[in-house]
């Protein structure tokens, strides 16, 4: 069993270091090659206080999490500050590298990278329930930041790629309104059905996965076991590269505990080689259609037997 000896986990550490390495460097080359055909909405300055600006609300959110979990944990004053900090930056980096993954490899290793902050959370030697929090935390960042992401890029595309700044913020600003719109439905249907879920024990098998490194605490040899397994993690990520996040979706793919999932995704490889082989770039667009509609049917099929489990 490769996770008694956290081989996923330290792969994954391994990875999200060298990931949020690669995200500096990027964010510090963009700075310096400023193209001149290129309209920018926000200037270098005021990208970087949005940066403070999500980081000091993290924090803050951060606070009403310690001070709950402080409550029952009996937290001391210093581990308090200790953990809003963590928090905020725990957040901060992990929306950074869900991000920068969904942008370049068109999927997010969310709970993954969470998984890299509650391994590190242990060894700060956080209690349970703060750690749960914590996994709870960081884990609704990333997707939250990588899906408006996807969403902004998608409205972009469509104003015409930036030509026309004040449309283009316009739009932007629609779409936030937007967001706000799903992101109050989705807090009525949490509201009406979460019970449901519970009871049903529909959880995600990565769930398990934070609840068993939770409860298996640490020790010298779980340390050992995490700093020898990233030295690969880091590697595979830099060798591969930011574009194609391979270290950081190894890492997933060793927590993922289902062969056939590896399997259908190696037939997809296969068959989109040999179609690009024969038609070439032309056949891209084609397959894009194609897989959002597979992506498309296989959620409905999920939630509708999800739901049918509910009764």
Not at 13 to 28: K, P, R
Not at 51 to 59: D, E, L, S, T, V
Not at 184 to 212: E, G, H, M, Q
Request: aromatic share 12%; charged share 10%; with cysteine.
């Amino acid at each position: 069993d490769i996770n008694e000896i956290y081989l996923p986990h330290g792969v994954m550490i391994g990875a999200g270091i060298a990931a949020l390495i690669q995200i500096i460097f990027i964010i510090a080359k963009n700075g310096r090659e400023k193209s001149k055909f290129t309209v920018y909405t926000k200037t270098g300055k005021q990208f970087g206080k949005g940066i403070g600006g999500g980081f000091i609300a993290f924090a803050a959110a951060a606070s009403v999490l310690a001070a709950i979990s402080g409550i029952y944990t009996k937290m001391t004053p210093a581990m308090l500050v200790g953990f809003i900090i963590f928090a905020g930056i725990a957040a901060l980096i992990s929306e950074l590298i869900v991000g920068i993954s969904a942008m370049h490899a068109g999927w997010f290793p969310a709970f993954a990278t969470t998984l890299i902050f509650l391994v590190v959370g242990m060894l700060m030697g956080f209690p349970q329930v703060p750690l749960a929090l914590l996994a709870g935390f960081t884990a609704s960042t990333g997707p939250a930041f990588a899906d408006m992401g996807y969403d902004l890029k998608t409205g972009w595309i469509l104003r015409g790629s930036g030509r026309y700044p004040e449309f283009e913020k316009q739009g932007r600003r629609q779409q936030y309104f937007a967001e706000l719109l799903g992101f109050a439905v989705a807090v009525i249907f949490i509201a009406l059905f979460y019970k449901n879920y519970f009871n049903s024990d529909l959880f995600p098998p990565v769930d398990r996965v934070f609840v068993s490194t939770i409860l298996a605490g640490t020790s010298p040899e779980i340390v050992k076991y995490l700093i020898i397994l990233a030295v690969p993690g880091a590697v595979i990520q830099l060798i591969g590269g930011p574009e194609k996040q391979i270290g950081v979706l190894f890492a997933t793919g060793l927590l993922i505990l289902n062969p056939e999932a590896g399997w259908t995704v190696l037939a997809a490889l296969s068959i989109r080689a040999m179609l690009l082989r024969k038609y070439g770039k032309s056949v891209q667009s084609p397959m894009y259609v194609l897989a959002g509609g597979f992506i498309a049917g296989s959620a409905l099929c999920s939630f509708g037997t999800a739901t049918l489990k509910l009764k």
